[in-house]
C-alpha cells in the first residue's frame, strides 16, 4: 500500500520537517554532558513541548528525541537497558501531539562504532543494535525513519538496511558533508555520489544531507547531489556553524539570514527541508512561508 | 628503497602487517611489522627507526588529513601502523628517559567519548619521547586530578570533539586550580581554538597532533 508521505512526495509537494532538538533540550536544562536522550523519561512534558511548538510553527513531520538512543550510545550513560523504553516514550510522546495530516519520524544517529577493519566492531554487531532501536521505533508507531548524521557510508548502509529488513515504511538516509576547496565530503572521505548509490542500492526512499555548516554549504551539498538521482532528497541545515560567545554555543543564522538561503535550496531541487543544531520553531515558521509558496500551484 | 623509507611509506599507506587486506591487493607484501622487525634485526638505529620511519610518516598522513586528501578511515590505519610498529620498539626505548622528558596526562572530557584525535596525539607523544598517561574518554575533573596530584610536573591534554562538552575544560582547570594543582594544561579537538583556551585560562591550545608534540616540548621546556 502506498505510504501517504511518499504519495504527496510523488504528487510535487514539497515538506517540512523540524529544527533543531539537541539546541532545544539545552534550553531545558540539559547539563554539560547529559544524555538528551535520557529527557524522554525524566522530562517528558519538555519533549512534548518541543515538537508541540515545532508542529504549531509549521512542521509536517517532527522527528524523535531519539538521536544517540541505540544501544551504544546509551552503554556511556549506563542506560543500555532503557533502549526499548526510551524509543517507545520518545515515539508517543511525538504522536501524542501529533495533528492529522502530519507525521512522526524516528531519528536514528551514528553508533560510534569503528567497525572493522578501522575498528573492533563487527557488522554483524551494528546491524544488530540499530535492528533494536529501529524495531522500538516501528513498533510504537513511527512514520518514517530518519538515518541522519552518518559519516561513515558501511554504517550508514548498515542501519538502511536494518530498517528494510525490519519495516516497509519510508526510510530517509542523510549523511554529514564538509565543503572544502577537495570538494565534498564527509568526515569518512564519502562523496555524494557513493552515498547516493548505496544508500539507494540498500533500500533508502530518500536520501540527502543534514547537520554540517550551515545552509550556504548545504546549498553546494545539493547541487552536488540533485543531479545524481531522480528520487527524493531531503536537506537539513544548521543555523550557521557553532561559534563560542561567553562560554556558549550560539549558532548565528537567524531565521532573517536562512530565508535567502533556503529559498535557493527549495529551488535547487530539494523535496524535504528541515533544520539542524541552532534552529528553531522561529526558524521552521520562515521555512513554512517558503514551502507553502513553493507548493503553490503554478 | 632502504628499509626505512619502506617504513614510511607502510605507515603512510596504512599498511599494518602481511596479513592486513588494506590497502586493497596488499595482502602478502610485508608491512609495518616485518618491516620494522627487519629493520632492527639488521642492526637499524632504533631512533632512526622511529624518527624517520614512524614519527616523518605521521607528519605526512597529518598533513594530507589537513589538506582534505586523507580522512579518517585512513587516519586510523596509519595509526594503527604507527602503533605496531611502536609496540616492537619498546623494549628499545628507555622508561627513564621518557619519564625525563616529560610526562602527558590526556583524555577527553566528561560527557565526550571521541577519542580518535585524542589517540593520534599519545602515539606522537609517545613517539616523540614522552611518557603518556592516557585515561580514554568520559573523564570527569576530580579524575585528572586524581593523576595530576600523582604527576605534578606532568601536562595535561584535554580533548573534546563538541562544542557542548568543551565547555567541561573550563570546569577541568577550575577544579585543577582550586585543588593547587599546578599542571599547565593543553587543550584541542576539532571545535577547540586558541580564544577559547585563552578564555578559559588554558597555557596552550594545538590544533593537531604534530602541534601537540611542539606545544608540549614547549611547554616542558624540552626539544621536541
Not at chain 2, 143 to 154: C, G, L, N, T, Y
Request: aromatic fraction near 4%; charged fraction near 25%.
Amino acid at each position: 500500500m502506498p505510504h501517504p508521505i511518499l504519495e504527496r512526495l510523488k504528487s510535487g509537494e514539497i515538506l517540512l520537517s523540524d529544527g533543531a532538538m539537541g539546541t532545544e533540550i539545552q534550553k531545558y536544562g540539559l547539563a554539560t554532558g547529559g544524555c538528551p536522550d535520557e529527557f524522554n523519561l525524566t522530562q517528558p512534558d519538555a519533549v512534548k513541548s518541543i515538537h508541540q511548538k515545532y508542529f504549531e510553527a509549521g512542521s509536517d513531520i517532527v522527528e524523535t528525541n531519539t538521536f544517540g538512543a541505540n544501544r551504544m550510545r546509551l552503554e556511556n550513560d549506563g542506560l543500555q537497558d532503557k533502549v526499548l523504553e526510551i524509543n517507545i516514550s520518545a515515539v508517543e510522546l511525538a504522536k501524542s501531539v501529533c495533528p492529522d495530516g502530519k507525521y512522526v519520524a524516528g531519528s536514528i544517529g551514528p553508533t560510534g562504532a569503528l567497525i572493522q577493519p578501522y575498528g573492533t566492531d563487527s557488522k554483524e554487531d551494528i546491524h544488530e543494535i540499530f535492528s533494536e532501536q529501529i524495531e522500538a521505533l516501528v513498533k510504537a508507531g513511527a512514520d518514517i525513519l530518519f538515518i541522519e548524521t552518518m559519516m561513515d557510508i558501511t554504517e550508514a548502509e548498515l542501519a538502511v538496511q536494518a530498517a528494510r529488513a525490519i519495516t516497509d515504511i519510508p526510510i530517509s538516509a542523510t549523511m554529514t558533508f564538509e565543503v572544502s576547496d577537495k570538494g565534498v565530503k564527509t568526515s569518512w572521505g564519502v562523496d555524494p555520489e557513493t552515498a547516493v548509490r548505496r544508500l539507494t542500492a540498500a533500500g533508502a526512499d530518500i536520501v540527502g544531507a543534514n547537520c554540517g555548516n550551515g545552509f550556504e554549504q548545504m546549498l553546494v551539498i545539493m547541487e552536488a547531489m540533485r543531479p545524481l538521482f531522480d528520487g527524493y532528497l531531503l536537506a537539513q541545515a544548521n543555523a550557521g556553524t557553532p561559534i563560542m560567545e561567553s562560554g556558549e554555543t550560539v549558532f548565528k543564522e537567524t531565521p532573517e539570514d536562512v530565508k535567502p538561503k533556503a529559498q535557493k535550496l527549495l529551488d535547487a531541487g530539494v523535496n524535504i527541508l528541515g533544520g539542524c543544531c541552532g534552529t528553531g520553531p522561529e526558524h521552521i515558521r520562515v521555512l513554512r512561508q517558503l514551502v507553502d509558496a513553493a507548493n503553490r500551484p503554478k | 628503497m632502504d628499509v626505512v623509507n619502506q617504513i614510511k611509506q607502510a605507515v603512510i599507506n596504512g599498511k599494518v602487517d602481511a596479513n592486513s587486506q588494506y590497502p586493497p591487493g596488499s595482502e602478502g607484501k610485508p608491512g609495518v611489522r616485518e618491516l620494522v622487525q627487519e629493520a632492527i634485526e639488521s642492526g637499524q638505529d632504533v631512533d632512526n627507526i622511529l624518527n624517520n620511519g614512524l614519527i616523518e610518516a605521521m607528519k605526512i598522513v597529518g598533513d594530507k588529513f589537513d589538506n582534505h586528501e586523507y580522512f579518517v578511515p585512513e587516519m586510523l590505519l596509519s595509526a594503527e601502523a604507527m602503533k605496531a610498529g611502536m609496540k616492537l620498539l619498546e623494549p628499545y626505548l628507555s622508561s627513564a628517559q621518557q619519564e625525563q622528558k616529560g610526562v602527558v596526562i590526556i583524555g577527553t572530557v566528561k560527557g565526550d567519548i571521541h577519542d580518535i584525535g585524542k589517540n593520534l596525539v599519545s602515539i606522537m607523544l609517545e613517539g616523540a619521547g614522552f611518557k603518556v598517561i592516557d585515561l580514554g574518554t568520559d573523564n570527569s575533573a576530580e579524575q585528572f586530578v586524581e593523576r595530576a596530584r600523582e604527576h605534578p610536573s606532568a601536562i595535561v591534554g584535554l580533548s573534546a570533539l563538541l562544542t557542548t562538552t568543551m565547555q567541561y575544560m573550563r570546569d577541568v582547570i577550575q577544579t585543577l586550580r582550586e585543588n593547587g594543582m599546578e599542571n599547565k594544561v593543553l587543550v584541542g579537538g576539532a571545535p577547540v581554538h586558541q580564544a577559547f583556551a585563552e578564555e578559559i585560562q588554558a597555557d596552550g591550545y594545538s590544533k593537531n597532533a604534530t602541534a601537540a608534540v611542539s606545544k608540549v616540548s614547549e611547554l616542558l621546556g624540552v626539544r621536541a
